[in-house]
């Protein structure tokens, strides 16, 4: 989904030199970038010993989701033939506006494959993903606003799997992630590297600007972490700030609804400050304002209290276990199959959302776009969350 489709070479008057252009996915020139391209040369003591010309230009990722060109460079009279790069600073960075505001939907074509080589076929073992409506998925940049479950971890992999088997490369996606993930070791290198930006008004706007639609989770972590007697509850908690950032680029809201992902990683409670505070590590990592008590972490600590009282583990290594695992990711991660549905609804027109720009009117869009959310989360009357065809 790379949106940066350089012209080179091109011939300036007195040496060859290569030039840029950023192409938008609407197929129209991004107005930020010069009319005539960007130099990828631009040192002016270099430029005045260019005669020799630069030659035989690739394109590779930069691994951010730009790009980086390199070349044959003649311009020495020593080595007579060098292999230059567009340094870091003048990378072709097409996620970037020319304020350096991060713009996703750049998918790395070797995150592609991987997910459909390796993760896919696990994905669909585990939750037989379904993705429906994607027709109503309209051109140019959207909000695509979804409602967050399970812990998020299920429904993202589910929903990443699904939009490559139906539309590939063909159709850039962004998906906002909170900062604190995105720069978070695994997952952050992945998620940069299927085209996600961080959760900032600025880096939604300047992704909209480029023509790239936005995927949102507006519920967050209030949301993922409710309990499972709650899974088909649609919860934004009053946050519109997509909405905001929808209206200020007066583009269509599209609901996804997303239904049985809340069971594949069962939460009991969801618990405020306190136990952030006594499990310590969660708000070391920054969850300090709620955080989950996990099915899984009930079991676990019950199994090595069983195994305390049988006198095969000492009471207070289990009590350390258990803290552990209570307090770590293994908790949150999804371990019970369950059959995940997703179904894209019809957009709903900025126009119609948005009429004037007070504060009332933010809220009443805040609860249609939730309803329109609940409606396609709704339980299917032929069975349970899962959806039919199970």
Same mark, same amino acid.
């Given at each position: 989904m790379?949106?940066?489709?350089?012209?080179?070479? *091109?011939?300036?008057?007195t040496c060859d030199q290569h030039f840029a252009q950023h192409v938008l996915f609407s197929g129209e020139l991004d107005a930020a970038w010069p009319v005539d391209g960007r130099a990828l040369l631009t040192d002016p003591l270099a430029m005045e010993s260019a005669d020799g010309g630069q030659t035989s230009p690739v394109i590779i990722t930069d691994g951010a989701g730009g790009a980086i060109v390199a070349w044959q460079d003649n311009r020495s009279s020593v080595? %007579?033939?060098d292999i230059s790069a567009s340094p870091p600073a003048e990378s072709l960075a097409a996620c970037y506006s020319s304020s350096m505001v991060p713009v996703g939907g750049t998918v790395d074509p070797r995150a592609a494959a991987y997910w459909r080589r390796y993760a896919a076929p696990i994905v669909r073992f585990l939750w037989r993903p379904r993705l429906t409506g994607i027709e109503n998925l309209p051109p140019g940049p959207f909000v695509l606003v979804a409602n967050h479950s399970g812990m998020g971890n299920a429904e993202i992999m589910s929903l990443i799997v699904c939009y490559l088997d139906q539309l590939g490369l063909s159709r850039p996606l962004a998906p906002m992630v909170h900062p604190l993930s995105l720069n978070a070791w695994p997952q952050g290198g992945w998620m940069k590297a299927l085209g996600a930006i961080p959760s900032t008004y600025e880096a939604g706007q300047a992704t909209l600007s480029h023509g790239v639609p936005l995927l949102v989770f507006p519920g967050g972590d209030h949301e993922a972490m409710r309990p499972v007697w709650q899974a088909n509850r649609v919860d934004f908690a009053g946050r519109n700030g997509f909405l905001k950032i929808a209206r200020g680029a007066g583009v269509p809201i599209v609901p996804l609804g997303i239904r049985g992902s809340h069971y594949? =990683?069962?939460v009991i409670y969801r618990a405020g400050r306190v136990l952030p505070r006594l499990l310590v590590l969660p708000r070391l990592a920054g969850f300090s304002k709620r955080f989950p008590l996990a099915l899984s972490s009930v079991i676990v600590a019950s199994g090595l209290a069983a195994l305390a009282i049988a006198s095969l583990l000492p009471w207070w290594l289990a009590l350390a276990l258990a803290w552990l695992f209570a307090a770590s990711p293994l908790a949150s991660l999804p371990w019970i199959p369950w059959s995940i549905r997703? *179904?894209? @609804? %019809?957009?709903?027109?900025a126009a119609e959302l948005f009429p004037d720009a007070t504060d009332v009117t933010l809220a009443r869009a805040c609860e249609r776009v939730q309803g329109a959310v609940q409606a396609l989360v709704a339980p299917s009357p *032929? @069975? *349970? =969350? @899962?959806?039919? @065809?199970r």
């Open positions: 790379a949106k940066c489709t350089p012209r080179l070479p *091109r011939t300036a008057p080595t %007579e033939t594949t =990683a069962p997703m *179904r894209v @609804g %019809e957009p709903i027109s *032929r @069975g *349970r =969350a @899962g959806g039919p @065809g």
